[in-house]
């Protein structure tokens, strides 16, 4: 495996840590910025906003650029975001620096995942881009509670600090370990990219993803209270659970990424098959511990871990290029807001095992995405009519 698709893992973690540590420090930085923890909250929604509406626009002005550079620049626009947030004196000042270092970390995802098609040979990129979402799935496991750690001990400023620091590292690391590569192939620039988002399938495709994530972040979002409130573990046990819960996304992870280049759809539809199980199972079997837990880990090993197939899928079907990647990356990003926040409005009508049902609902749906898809690569292809006349003839 190229070691730039490594050095693109640690880029990653230090965007993920960035996203998920405001949920961890949500109660400390209410008190440092003078808001209500609602407020806060309204931080984790800006920066997926940001991601999912700001990214794209970023992407166009740097795809001119060489890859690796185009990387460094948005790894300067990140650690902006991130110095600001660290000396944000108020609440308006954060806001902003979250949607800075939103908009940065969605178009990193988009050039980054681009360049592992460009450095790896086209029948491991599953595989490359599993080893490069391992960033992703490092940062739920460590970075969160690292972040969360850091800010409990020395404040919420510091856990901003340490993301800044790992962030000069990686860029760093990029420097020295990325090769300079020209811009993508072709050399069409934005006329070119745009032109393939008329394409309708790829559309459906794009869907499939958010539907994807979005069942795994209707139960992901509100683990904690379902652990607690229905299944009726401690709140000093939820976050070992957490942790098993991150590393089984690792494992999970690298399993997909292996079968992702050559099994791409049947491994998107044994994945949603699977996760709508896992879902229905702890939705009604939250209150049993034992159950509720197998449960949890099988939607941490089927669920965000499609990541691999699902690039693998977009890129097929559209093509390999940085704005494609992060459109992609917007999907996945609606599909999140939308698990989340639907699920907040489950809970509200229904209780704390409605966002596991909703989650449900969003796989099946996804599976009927990827359904023609599957028929169409299990149904042989029809011979010609001519070549059937020849073979008549030749039985005659």
């Known amino acids: ?24 420090l949500m109660p400390q930085m209410a008190d440092g910025l003078n808001a209500t923890v609602p407020q806060i909250g309204y931080l984790i929604t800006a ?20 890859p690796r550079t185009a990387l460094l620049v948005l790894f300067v626009v990140f650690l902006a975001g991130n110095v600001l947030a660290a000396t944000a004196t108020g609440y308006a000042t954060m806001m902003a620096a979250r949607i800075i270092t939103g908009t940065a970390s969605q178009a990193f995802f ?57 962030t000069v590292i990686a860029a760093v690391t990029t420097l ?3 090769p300079r590569i020209e811009r993508a192939e072709g050399g069409g620039g934005f006329r070119q990219e745009i032109g393939v988002f008329k394409k309708p399938k790829l559309w459906l495709v794009l869907s499939t993803s958010t539907l994807v994530i979005g069942a ?11 652990l607690t409130d229905v299944t ?33 759809v049947p491994v998107l539809a044994i994945g949603l098959v699977l996760n709508t199980f896992f879902l229905a199972g702890f939705a009604l079997l939250a209150d049993l511990p034992a159950p509720a837990v197998v449960c949890m880990l099988g939607i941490g090993l089927v669920g ?21 990647n992060t459109v992609h990356s917007s ?4 599909g999140i807001i939308l698990g989340s926040s639907i699920g907040a409005v489950a809970i509200d009508a229904w209780g704390l095992r409605a966002p596991l049902w909703l989650g449900a609902i969003m796989a099946v749906v996804g599976l009927a995405t990827v359904l023609p898809d599957l028929v169409r690569r299990s149904t042989p292809p029809t011979a010609p009519a001519s070549r059937r006349v020849a073979d008549q003839a030749e039985r005659v």
């Open 232 to 264: 009726g573990f401690s709140a000093g046990t939820v976050p070992l659970l957490l942790i098993a819960y991150g590393a089984a996304t690792v494992v999970g992870n690298n399993i997909v990424g292996r079968f992702a280049d050559r099994h791409t």
């Open 110 to 166: 988009g050039v980054g995942i681009s360049l592992c098609a460009r450095v790896t040979r086209p029948e491991v990129r599953g595989r490359a881009i599993a080893v490069a979402m391992n960033g992703l799935m490092l940062g739920t496991l460590l970075g969160l509670p690292v972040s969360t750690l850091v800010g409990e001990r020395f404040g919420w400023r510091a856990a901003f600090w340490a993301i800044t620091a790992i």
């Open 304 to 324: 965000v871990t499609m990541n691999p197939a699902m690039v693998t899928r977009v890129q097929r079907t559209g093509n390999a290029g940085p704005l494609v």
């Open 331 to 334: 999907f996945i990003t609606l």
């Open 47 to 66: 920066f997926a906003v940001a991601m999912a509406a700001g990214g794209p626009f970023l992407t166009v002005t740097v795809m001119r650029l060489p």
């Open 1 to 24: 495996m190229p070691r730039a698709v490594y050095v693109l893992a640690l880029g990653i973690f230090a965007m993920v840590t960035s996203e998920f540590v405001v949920a961890g």
């Open 176 to 178: 020295f370990g990325v």
């Open 216 to 226: 795994t972040f209707s139960a992901f979002s509100y683990l904690n209270p379902i």
